[in-house]
């Protein structure tokens, strides 16, 4: 079954930067497509970005595009989300997931969830 463990998060500063990873484990690790979702107290859980080397895709919400930078390194099976310029607004619990080849904005469509690693914004 596939396992995912994410960390990185942590407190820092508006226009800050963080770099989350999302080590996955127990499948191909280029056969999945892993992405990354944020929840916020109180708000919906939304996707941030996603990348399927299989598939060649990637994808950011508009939200963090130009700012967030999704990578991955099969040779050590991890996703990575650099986020640079960083706001109050990102302030929120980030989950890794990962389904099979395709990347799926909709969390319903991700059926493998990491445990989250909590970023805070501060202004």
């Known amino acids: 079954d596939v396992q995912l463990q994410a960390s990185g998060g942590g407190l820092v500063q508006s226009g800050g930067s963080l770099r989350l990873s999302c080590a996955a484990s127990?499948?191909?690790?280029?056969?999945?497509?892993i992405g990354w979702f944020r929840q916020a107290p109180r708000k919906e859980r939304e996707a941030v970005s996603c990348i399927s080397s299989s598939e060649g895709s990637i994808y950011y919400a508009d939200s963090v595009k130009g700012r967030f930078t999704i990578s991955s390194d099969s040779a050590k099976n991890t996703v990575y989300l650099q986020m640079n310029s960083l706001k109050p607004d990102d302030s929120a619990a980030y989950f890794c997931?990962?389904?099979?080849?395709?990347?799926?904005?909709?969390?319903?469509?991700?059926?493998?969830w990491g445990k989250g690693t909590l970023v805070t914004v501060s202004s």
């Open positions: 127990g499948f191909a690790f280029d056969d999945l497509a």
């Open positions: 997931a990962a389904a099979l080849r395709t990347c799926d904005s909709d969390a319903y469509g991700m059926p493998y």
